[in-house]
């Protein structure tokens, strides 16, 4: 009977591992063709398994989620038939070596994995909401086509599907063969679709009237009441009860499956789960607070929980691999260094329970988990000092801090333990950080028995030499100068800082170290020690003058050295004064007299030994060329010093005290280092001028009883105020420097406002002139206005003035000029010229009136009445030369602008020619104004209309003539101007340039040597190529005529005068 269930056991089996089968092999039949390919290959399997399990399993047309239950259908069926499997071989006591009954192969694990997978995908990830879980562009392309092609669900119908999966999964999850297949791949999307169930806050139930509606509603309405017309989902009590409820179980279940989870997989779960709600904000969609919130909160219980330190490392190097990735391990370290926010009670509980895992990990075998170690610690340094020391800091330097505090605690301390502390702080200090100088400052307590024990072991084959010297090069190479030079004072001289602000400690008076019977150190009791202690102290000077040449920090062996000048300085103040030992006092305990008398010589011998060590260090260090070198580069604080030095031996010889040898010897040091630098050749000004203070103190010390200091001192004072002497007297001249371009400087600004004054005089003077004229052309034109508008009713009256009688010619002029009629008023302006031009007394009497009135018409708008205006200025030239040649250049370099005029060629070529006739006017006197005039004919170089330019040449040679040839040093300009005139396009222009040229050269005569020199011969060669490329008659014949005139000059120079010169000279 047995047999035969087993038989119909293994048979049930088969049948259920086929059902499994039939929903992951390919599908033989059609799909439905208005479906995509996947939703009708997975209704076609939906259906194939209904057939087969003879329609017991009812569709209900949701083809994605058919198949969900297909699947959890088979699954379960294979549970259930895996379990009557083992009971009913557990009954056939089956005794045979193999496996058990509930054992599935590789690809019945592959299908059964398969199906898991599709649970997930159509069950699960479709009804989460968004932000939940890794991102969707995260998952493979076939994932997301899958979920793309799923249809829209409601709110509630998402929840029903959501729980019915989780539950078959669960289910699933507590037997062991399908334990591992659940929880260890897809442990991620459950913990996530359990949180979302579990903590996802629930809005409260509707109000009454909504209670109503829902409550007339059955339970298998709900998704109509949820996909109503408003399509807003109504809460009512008994549903936030059955959610409430299963929260409840949900919670449990996920407490469950993060306890029976292999920790490190888990964490590196929720790290996935916490950095994809971080990620899924670069696709707009950001992740619940609630989810982001309880990831963290479950990944901090792992932490804090048994192990959960290593557990963390472990999760997170399973990412990706366990090289040593220092960004990974930066990672990790901030993970574990920075709490969760909360009070500051909920951080010291944290660091109590993370901080003796971290220190545990110091000792791992792996040197990764002793690197995370190592950045961990100092990340909780950085986080917060106090905790850090108090639950880090303090355990790992625990055995020094016990070698300060008493000779007991420190003879317990043993080997073993200086040994561990000591390669931890290599390893966080050295090794696992980058040099910093705020956490290597954490070292500061111990730093002073690191020195003490890196001299006992420097020069022995302790295997701690290597790293106690790294330690302490790291220290001293990355912490500030004032604070380095501190330390290594402190060391030597044995003495702490008494600023109250330094945590150095030193080692307990009554112990010492020695070397170990293991290689390494270990305490003894101090006791009387055969060697001298001024060998030890020799020894301490040698490795400490051998560290800082390690170290090769210029500054810092340069402030070393000056905070030894000093306390030299010191020294020899305290040299005056003995130390008072105490009188013994009758009746007194015995004992207390001799615990004083005891310490005042210990004290006393402490600062002799303290001398001797700043003595013998001066000594050495003076020996090093290097640092004398640097020494002369930081001269202000050694001026400083040695300025000390010099003032105390000074007040010795002052009071006739006698000197000691150390205040000699200090006093011999000092002047040495001075002229060692003084005497070089790059002492700066600022160096002189500091040593003015201490020229009074080298004169005293010149009488000094050691003939060395006084001769040196002697010298130096006279080297001294002589750069004194030097430097007055330079800043004597600079300050006469300064005032004399002071006064350089007002003078200027003084000359400066003059021509400012000035030229607005200038300005103001030439704006009344225009306003003036502007105001007389006003007049006019109202005038003109006037007398057309009043003609008809002032007939009679103009019959009378017509008449004239009684008026003299200038007046007869004048009031033709206010006619109305544009000839009348041009007749006028012609008699009046001619009245100018005939000298009439009236009208010379009122010459600037005339010269104004025929200013005034050029601004007339008709060219007759403007080529009049040319005519009458003309005339008066030579009674207002300036004023009519200023005009009239100003006229014929912009009459272009005025385009109301007609024909302005001619008028300019006109305007040109009054300007010929004004030189002739002036005669003598035209030489005064040459560069006025000459400037005017050569501005018309550029007119476009060639006859102007012709013109302008033509003009220029006129007034040439009429200058008679005294151009000035303006010669070769001019010549020039007609050499660049004879290349013109127009054959007019370089006829007439030739002509001018020819002019000019022959009103020279020999002169021109004189004013060209060797320019005549630029000008030949010139007239040579053009005689060369010309091809215009007239132009040609003009050049002839100027080559002629050059040869004839040149024959003249080198041919005696045919006809002898009586020259005359007039003797004053």
Wanted: charged share 30%; glycine share 6%.
């Amino acid at each position: 009977m047995k047999i035969e269930e087993l038989n119909e056991s293994m048979d049930e089996l088969k049948r259920a591992h086929e059902l499994v089968g039939l929903l992951v092999t390919p599908t033989t039949g059609s799909t439905d063709l208005e479906q995509s390919f996947l939703q009708g290959l997975i209704k076609e399997k939906t259906l194939e398994y209904s057939k087969a399990v003879d329609g017991s399993l009812k569709l209900s047309g949701d083809v994605g989620f058919d198949y969900v239950r297909c699947c959890a259908n088979a699954l379960v069926n294979l549970k259930f038939q895996l379990i009557h499997a083992l009971q009913a071989d557990t009954h056939q006591d089956n005794k045979n070596i193999g496996l058990e009954a509930d054992a599935l192969s590789i690809s019945q694990q592959k299908s059964v994995s398969s199906l898991l997978e599709m649970i997930l995908a159509l069950g699960v990830l479709p009804n989460m909401l968004q932000g939940v879980g890794s991102p969707l562009h995260k998952r493979s392309q076939f994932l997301q086509l899958l979920l793309r092609e799923l249809p829209e669900r409601s709110i509630l119908e998402k929840y029903k599907q959501l729980v019915y999966s989780l539950d078959t999964l669960l289910d699933l999850s507590k037997h062991r063969s399908f334990s591992t297949l659940v929880l260890t791949k897809h442990i991620a999307d459950i913990v996530g679709a359990l949180v979302q169930i579990s903590f996802a806050p629930l809005i409260k139930p509707a109000e009454e009237d909504q209670k109503e509606t829902a409550e007339n509603v059955s339970p298998s309405d709900l998704p109509d009441v949820v996909n109503d017309v408003t399509n807003k989902f109504i809460m009512t009590p008994d549903l936030f009860v059955r959610l409430s409820e299963d929260q409840a179980r949900f919670r449990k279940e996920l407490e469950r499956i993060l306890e029976r989870s292999y920790q490190p997989n888990l964490v590196k779960n929720l790290l996935v789960l916490q950095g994809s709600s971080k990620e899924s904000k670069e696709g707009g969609i950001s992740s619940p607070r609630w989810f982001s919130k309880k990831i963290s909160e479950l990944l901090t219980e792992r932490l804090l929980g048994k192990s959960g330190v290593i557990n963390v490392i472990r999760g997170v190097l399973d990412i990706g691999g366990e090289s040593m990735d220092w960004q990974k391990i930066s990672l990790v370290a901030g993970v574990l260094g920075n709490p969760p926010k909360g009070s500051y009670s909920s951080t010291e509980n944290y660091y109590q329970l993370i901080c003796p895992q971290i220190l545990d990990l110091l000792n791992h075998e792996d040197k990764v988990y002793q690197m995370i170690a190592c950045a961990s610690i100092k990340t909780v340094a950085e986080r917060s000092l106090i905790l850090s020391r108090r639950y880090l800091l303090d355990f790992l330097m625990d055995p020094f801090t016990r070698l300060t505090e008493s000779e007991e605690k420190g003879l317990e301390v043993t080997e073993l333990e200086l040994d561990d502390c000591l390669k931890s702080l290599f390893k966080i200090f050295v090794i696992g950080n980058d040099p910093c100088l705020m956490f290597l400052m954490h070292l500061e307590p111990i730093i002073l028995l690191l020195l003490e024990l890196h001299t006992k072991i420097a020069f022995s084959p302790s295997h701690l030499r290597d790293p106690v010297k790294q330690i302490l090069l790291r220290y001293l190479k990355h912490l500030d100068t004032s604070t380095a030079v501190n330390v290594l004072r402190a060391f030597i001289l044995c003495e702490i800082p008494s600023d109250g602000k330094s945590r150095m400690k030193l080692l307990h008076k009554e112990l010492i170290f020695v070397l170990g019977d293991e290689g390494g150190v270990r305490t003894e009791r101090r006791v009387e020690s055969a060697q001298s202690f001024t060998v030890l102290d020799d020894e301490k000077s040698i490795i400490l003058q051998d560290m800082l040449d390690e170290l090769k920090d210029r500054k810092l062996k340069v402030d070393f050295y000056l905070k030894l000048m000093s306390d030299l300085t010191g020294i020899v103040g305290e040299s005056e004064t003995e130390p008072e030992l105490p009188e013994p006092i009758p009746g007194e305990d015995l004992e207390t007299q001799l615990h004083e008398l005891e310490s005042t010589l210990d004290s006393a011998m402490h600062r002799m030994r303290r001398n001797l060590m700043v003595i013998r260090l001066l000594g050495l260090l003076s020996e090093d060329q290097g640092l004398q070198d640097d020494l002369l580069k930081e001269t202000s604080r050694m001026i400083l010093f040695i300025g000390a030095t010099l003032k105390r031996g000074a007040m010795m010889v002052g009071t006739g005290s006698t000197p000691e040898t150390l205040v000699a010897q200090s006093l011999n040091m000092a002047l040495s280092l001075l002229s060692l630098h003084l005497t070089q050749a790059s002492v700066s000004t600022e160096d002189w001028v500091r040593m003015q203070d201490y020229v009074s103190d080298l004169q005293v010390l010149s009488c000094y009883p050691d003939t060395r200091v006084a001769r040196i001192a002697e010298q130096l004072h006279r080297l001294v105020a002589t750069h004194g002497t030097i430097i007055t007297e330079t800043n004597n001249i600079k300050n006469q420097t300064k005032r004399i371009e002071e006064e350089t400087a007002k003078i200027k600004l003084k000359t400066q406002e003059m021509k400012g004054i000035q030229k607005e005089s200038e300005n103001k003077q030439m704006d009344e002139k225009k306003k003036m004229i502007k105001e007389k052309a006003e007049e006019l034109k109202k005038a003109k206005e006037r007398r057309r508008q009043g003609l008809k009713e002032e007939e009679k009256e103009l019959k009378i003035m017509e008449d004239k009688r009684g008026m003299s010619a200038y007046q007869c002029s004048l009031y033709d000029i206010g006619d109305p009629v544009l000839p009348v008023r041009g007749h006028g302006l012609i008699e009046l010229c001619g009245l100018v031009e005939r000298k009439d007394r009236e009208t010379l009497e009122n010459i600037n009136k005339v010269g104004e009135l025929f200013s005034v018409s050029l601004e007339d708008e008709d060219t007759y009445i403007y080529l009049s205006g040319i005519n009458g200025l003309v005339a008066t030239a030579r009674f207002n030369t300036e004023l009519v040649l200023d005009t009239l250049t100003r006229e014929y370099t912009t009459v272009t602008q005025r385009t109301h005029l007609e024909d302005l060629v001619e008028v300019r070529t006109k305007i040109g020619e009054a300007l010929v006739r004004v030189t002739k006017e002036l005669g003598d006197v035209t030489p005064k104004y040459k560069n006025i005039l000459l400037n005017a004919f050569f501005s018309a170089a550029s007119d476009p209309d060639e006859l102007v330019r012709a013109s302008s040449l033509s003009n220029l040679g006129e007034v040439c003539r009429n200058l008679r040839f005294s151009l000035g040093p303006i010669t070769g300009e001019l010549l020039v101007y007609l050499e660049a005139s004879s290349r013109d396009a127009s054959a007019q222009v370089r006829r007439a340039a030739a002509l001018v040229l020819h002019m000019v050269l022959e009103g020279l005569g020999r002169d021109v040597f004189t004013v060209l020199e060797s320019g005549i011969r630029d000008i030949h060669r010139s007239l040579r190529l053009r005689l060369g490329v010309e091809t215009d008659d007239v132009a040609l014949i003009h050049l002839n005529l100027a080559l002629d005139q050059i040869d004839q000059i040149v024959r003249d120079l080198f041919t005696a005068a045919a006809h002898p010169q009586q020259k005359i000279f007039v003797i004053d």
